[in-house]
């Protein structure tokens, strides 16, 4: 009897054995299993995340390829409505007053003590330049300040040749514009005559109509500080020429040099006025009825 029960108790051990054996079998193999399906699982969901930047970086760059004209919309939105309230100031219809602050054939030295004028009163303005070497950070600094850079030609050779031809002018506002553009991405859209329109005589309507074919307008100016003739200034100071021809008017271009160190002594002062008159500052614009 005590020979059978060994027996019994003999198979009852191997047999559990072998299902122990098994159940572990069991375990490990889909323990192995899985963590092999875990590792894949993540490794897909790797891709996919690496799928799903990749798209993103598609779209960011495909909204930075459209960055250009996205900006060039809200310009054009903005310098619309400055157009639509100038309208309304011609009229009589509102009661605000626009000064447009313009700086003729520079940059000079004096160009950077100009500019931290114009950005300690948060004024911005329009500089219509040359095209110069080793100036380059002014050029540069102009725009990333938001004014407004313009051209003026090249050379500004008036008794040299500037107004022999209308292609002669345009190829002088086509080297500029080239020149300007590789050294700050910015192209250009208004152009001021050297001397004014008027120094053009009959050359006159033919360089306009070709400056209108390439997308520019011109712009003179209303006002002046005299800084650019010292026959003038032997006249009577900048702030006399300022306050006499800006009388009276609601819209003011004021033509200035940035080399003129008149002009920049009172600097301060006429922005002072201006303000206190009841003027608003902004940087001409292609879309302004200032410009023809």
Do not use: C
């Amino acid at each position: 009897m005590e020979s059978r029960n060994n027996r019994i108790f003999g198979l009852v051990v191997t047999f559990l054995s072998i299902l122990l054996i098994g159940l572990s079998y069991l375990y490990f193999y889909y323990t192995s299993e899985n963590r092999s399906l875990r590792s894949k699982l993540t490794a897909l969901s790797l891709v996919e995340t690496q799928v799903y930047d990749i798209e993103s970086i598609d779209k960011q760059i495909e909204d930075y390829k459209n960055i250009d004209e996205a900006i060039k919309n809200k310009y054009d939105e903005y310098y619309s409505n400055i157009a639509k309230l100038e309208e309304k100031i011609t009229k009589g219809e509102s009661s605000v007053k626009i000064a447009y602050l313009t700086f003729d054939d520079g940059p000079y030295d004096l160009t950077y003590k100009v500019l931290d004028t114009l950005k300690a009163n948060n004024v911005r303005a329009t500089f219509f330049v040359l095209g110069k070497d080793g100036v380059e950070d002014r050029y540069k600094r102009i725009v990333n300040e938001g004014h407004t850079l313009a051209n003026h030609t090249y050379y500004h050779n008036i008794g040299k040749g500037l107004y022999d031809s209308v292609d002669g002018f345009i190829s002088q506002v086509d080297k500029l514009e080239n020149y300007l553009y590789d050294i700050t991405g910015y192209r250009t859209t208004l152009v001021r005559f050297p001397g004014g329109s008027p120094t053009a005589k009959g050359l006159k309507d033919g360089i306009v109509n070709e400056l209108h074919n390439r997308g520019y307008k011109y712009v003179d100016w209303t006002s002046e500080t005299g800084d650019g003739s010292s026959k003038k200034l032997a006249q009577k100071d900048t702030w006399a020429w300022y306050q006499d021809t800006t009388r009276d008017k609601d819209i003011i271009v004021l033509l200035m040099h940035d080399y003129n160190y008149s002009t920049y002594n009172n600097l301060q002062r006429i922005i002072d006025d201006l303000k206190a008159r009841g003027f608003i500052f902004l940087p001409l614009h292609n879309k302004s009825i200032m410009a023809n």
